[in-house]
Structure formats: C-alpha cells, structure tokens
C-alpha cells in the first residue's frame, strides 16, 4: 500500500471520527446533568425543575441520535480501509465493542424510550430510575471504546499467535486488557471532558436565553446548575489531566517527549507555556519554565527526561503537530477553569445577569470543550505514530492492501459531505429547540394539557376560589 493511501485513509478516519465526537461528550455530559436536575424535581416537586429536565431531555436525545449516526461508519472503516489492522486486533478491538455493545448500547437504548416518552405514564421513580440507567449507559460506552483504544496505547493481557493469514492479537487475560496500563487515566480524563461539554452546553444556551431575556426561570435555574457542574468538571479535569500525562511519560515516553517538544536523549526537560517547535534543529523557542516539566513528573528541577533523540527518526511521531494539539489543549482548560470560576462568583454576588459582556462569553464557551477534546484525541493518536498498535504493528502496515488511493478519495468525499449535512441538521434542529424554548406544559405536567375548568376542578379548586 503506497504512503499516499495510508495518509488518506488516517484523514478519512480522522474526519468520521472526530465529527461523531462532537455528540458523545454532550450525551454523557447532559445525561448526568439530567440526573441531577430531575433529582431536584423529585425532591422539591417544584414544576420548574421538571420544565428544566424535560427541556435538556429533548436536547439529550437529539445529541444521542445523531451521535449513533455517526458513529457507524467508523465500524465500516475497519473492514474497508483498515483490514490489517482489523485482522490483527480483531479478537481484542472485538471483544471490547462486543461489551460496550451489550453493556452500553443496549443499556442506554432499552431506557431511552421511558426517558422520552414516560413523563406521564409511568411513575416519577421508574421514569427516574429510567434517566438514571441512560446515563449510565451512555458512560459505560465510553468506557469500552476508550479501554480498546487505550489498548492500541499500552497493549496488555495478551499474546501474539501465527494464524493462517499471519500474526494476530489474542486476549489471554481479560481483566489486564480492561485495566491496561493507560486506560483508567485516560477513561477519567475522557469523562470530565464530556463532562465539561455538557456543562458549557447548558451554560451557552442559558446565558442565551438571559440575554435575550426569555425564559428567565428557566435560564436562572439552568444556569444555576450548569455553573457548578462547570467548575466541578474543570477543575476535575486539571487533576485528570495531570494523572494522564503522567501515565504517558512513563508508558509512552516517546509520544510524552513530542507533546513537550523534548529533543535531548536525557535531560532536563523545560515546561514550555507557549512555543514553536523548530524540528530541522531539533528545538523549541517560546516561554518556558526551566525545568518545570522534570519538576511536575518527579519533583526534581534537575531530573532527567528521555527525549526523542533517545529513539530512531523512523520512530518519532510529528513533533509539530503533536506539540500544538497538546498546549492548545491545556490552554483551554486553564481558559474554562477561569471562566467558571469568574462566572460562579459573579452569579453568586448577583451580578452576572447585568454583565452582558460575560454572558456573551458563556454562550461562545460552548465552544471551549469540545476544541479541547478534539486537539487531546489529536495529541494522543498522532503522538503515538507511526504506530497503530505501540510496539507491535506500525500504521503503514495496517492499511487494506486491495484499496485505492483513488477509492479512498471517493469515499473521503462522499463521507465528508454526509457529515457536513448531519452536522447542519444538528445544528438546525438544536437552534429550533432553542427558538422554540421550553414548554410551558411541561411545568405542571398533564393537567396543563386539560380545560382549564378541569384542571381546576381536578386541582381541588372552585372558580370562585374556595377549596
């Protein structure tokens, strides 16, 4: 397979890959969001509060449906472009989609009809218990993809057997493959940013609505919760974060040396704040704390680092690229970690509803997480080039080998435009939800749909007001 076929099939995977993240993190981030707001309905019986979950459940499904819709083509990817690789980790790479299939999928899609359709017939507990095993669902999805890809990162629980159309991964320890040497860290880290997605989403579309004066309560009480679910979930990801780069200087020394821009074989290693990467010289030129980086892993300005001098070029990941995905990430994160803590105090003390000029901020802040996981999920899967499977099967030697460059453009394009039309039809279907707003019924449940006469007379009052 020529190296122009290999290069447009990672672009095409990138592409499908990073258009369907953009709707899980909000499934995850909503779904406990739900959980959250519907308990305070439970508990207060205020209708508002079930005004507010049913509105961000009609967003929650919108995110879940077309993020499924997205996500098959992916799976089509392996057997067209990938089939190499497919072969290779099919018995791993399978038996992990094959739980998330039956411990995720059909989890969050058995109760996702209850969760939608069930406000007003069945009992608020089940539907509860309903909104309560669909966010758990969508969770657990996210913890057998991110296990299978962290497996690609730090392989283990397995060994490699000569079959009848070459070598293959086999599982001889489940439980090792599940808990292999990344996937914790990252699955924590993964989850807090769809947390923070989430989070951002409710927050925009709130500072929306009072900036526009509409909906007030809703937005209050929206808002209210979107802003503590913000800060909860920034200032987990700084912990997250911190625990995962650990984990990838000592598990993927080389990937950790690209994402600092580390030359030196051993040596000190500097925290570059910001920076460019000079890879015809092997340097970094920017704002740098020297030592800083030694510091943050072993406590010791002093400590040596290895760097990619300490391996050969053929095995060095794109330092450039790996380099700028990973500071763009972390800026970000430090940027959200700020704005929410700003933005709670101001709302505690009162005054964010008169700082317009912050309330425009959070309506773009939506943007915030779901940049910073795409520049994360670039900085880890370009960092660990050219290997597909680390250590074990390098990305050139993984492609289809039947497959044209020719075809994969085709596909390339064709793909591409379906996913520009789903993510126009996202877009307009979430503005419209905007538009539209709550549902006044939706405050007081079925009686609101009633005569007002009824709806008196079931209330247990008289036109003329006596009880």
């Known amino acids: 397979?020529?190296?122009?076929?290999?290069?447009?099939?990672?672009?095409?995977?990138?592409?499908?890959?990073?258009?369907?993240?953009?709707?899980?993190?909000?499934?995850?981030?909503?779904?406990?969001?739900?959980?959250?707001?519907?308990?305070?309905?439970?508990?207060?019986?205020?209708?508002?509060?079930?005004?507010?979950?049913?509105?961000?459940?009609?967003?929650?499904?919108?995110?879940?449906?077309?993020?499924?819709?997205?996500?098959?083509?992916?799976?089509?990817?392996?057997?067209?472009?990938?089939?190499?690789?497919?072969?290779?980790?099919?018995?791993?790479?399978?038996?992990a989609l094959a739980a998330e299939g039956i411990f995720a999928f059909f989890l969050e899609s058995g109760f996702l009809a209850l969760l939608l359709f069930g406000w007003d017939k069945v009992g608020p507990k089940l539907h509860y218990f309903s909104t309560i095993m669909v966010c758990a669902g969508a969770h657990f999805s996210a913890v057998w993809i991110v296990v299978a890809n962290s497996w690609m990162h730090t392989p283990a629980g397995y060994h490699v057997v000569q079959g009848p159309n070459g070598l293959r991964a086999e599982?001889?320890?489940?439980?090792?493959?599940?808990?292999?040497?990344?996937?914790?860290?990252?699955?924590?880290?993964?989850?807090?940013?769809?947390?923070?997605?989430?989070?951002?989403?409710?927050?925009?579309?709130?500072?929306?609505?009072?900036?526009?004066?509409?909906?007030?309560?809703?937005?209050?009480?929206?808002?209210?919760?979107?802003?503590?679910?913000?800060?909860?979930?920034?200032?987990?990801?700084?912990?997250?974060?911190?625990?995962?780069?650990?984990?990838?200087?000592?598990?993927?020394?080389v990937k950790f040396a690209a994402m600092e821009g580390h030359f030196p074989a051993s040596a000190r290693a500097d925290l570059t704040l910001v920076g460019w990467v000079d890879e015809l010289h092997q340097s970094v030129s920017g704002l740098t704390i020297p030592g800083g980086t030694s510091f943050l892993l072993k406590q010791d300005f002093t400590a040596p680092v290895p760097g990619l001098l300490a391996v050969p070029a053929n095995e060095r990941p794109p330092v450039q690229i790996t380099f700028q995905a990973y500071h763009g990430m972390i800026a970000i994160g430090v940027a959200l970690i700020a704005l929410s803590v700003f933005a709670a105090i101001s709302w505690w003390t009162g005054r964010l509803e008169r700082q317009r000029w912050l309330l425009w901020v959070l309506v773009f802040a939506v943007l915030g997480p779901q940049f910073g996981n795409q520049l994360g999920w670039l900085a880890a899967e370009i960092g660990?080039?050219?290997?597909?499977?680390?250590?074990?099967?390098?990305?050139?030697?993984?492609?289809?080998?039947?497959?044209?460059s020719g075809q994969i453009i085709m596909s390339l394009i064709l793909f591409t435009s379906v996913y520009l039309v789903l993510f126009a039809t996202f877009l307009y279907l979430l503005n419209d939800k905007i538009v539209h707003g709550p549902d006044p019924e939706d405050a007081h449940g079925p009686l609101a749909k009633l005569p007002q006469k009824i709806t008196d007379a079931l209330s247990g009052h008289r036109a003329d007001g006596e009880a």
């Open 1 to 95: 397979m020529d190296d122009l076929a290999t290069m447009l099939a990672r672009v095409q995977f990138g592409i499908t890959a990073g258009f369907h993240y953009l709707y899980p993190p909000l499934s995850i981030g909503l779904g406990i969001f739900l959980v959250v707001i519907e308990g305070i309905y439970l508990r207060t019986k205020d209708p508002l509060w079930r005004q507010v979950a049913r509105f961000w459940t009609k967003v929650f499904a919108l995110t879940f449906a077309i993020g499924v819709a997205t996500g098959l083509v992916m799976e089509f990817e392996f057997g067209t472009n990938w089939a190499k690789y497919s072969r290779f980790v099919g018995d791993v790479f399978g038996s």
């Open 171 to 253: 599982i001889t320890d489940f439980w090792a493959l599940v808990f292999n040497p990344s996937s914790m860290d990252r699955l924590s880290h993964v989850l807090i940013g769809a947390w923070m997605a989430g989070a951002f989403l409710v927050v925009s579309i709130s500072a929306w609505y009072l900036l526009k004066q509409r909906h007030q309560a809703f937005a209050r009480a929206s808002m209210k919760v979107g802003l503590v679910f913000a800060v909860v979930a920034s200032l987990l990801q700084l912990v997250t974060g911190h625990a995962s780069v650990v984990g990838v200087a000592q598990n993927q020394p």
């Open 384 to 404: 660990r080039q050219p290997w597909i499977v680390q250590g074990l099967l390098k990305t050139r030697d993984a492609i289809s080998p039947n497959v044209s």
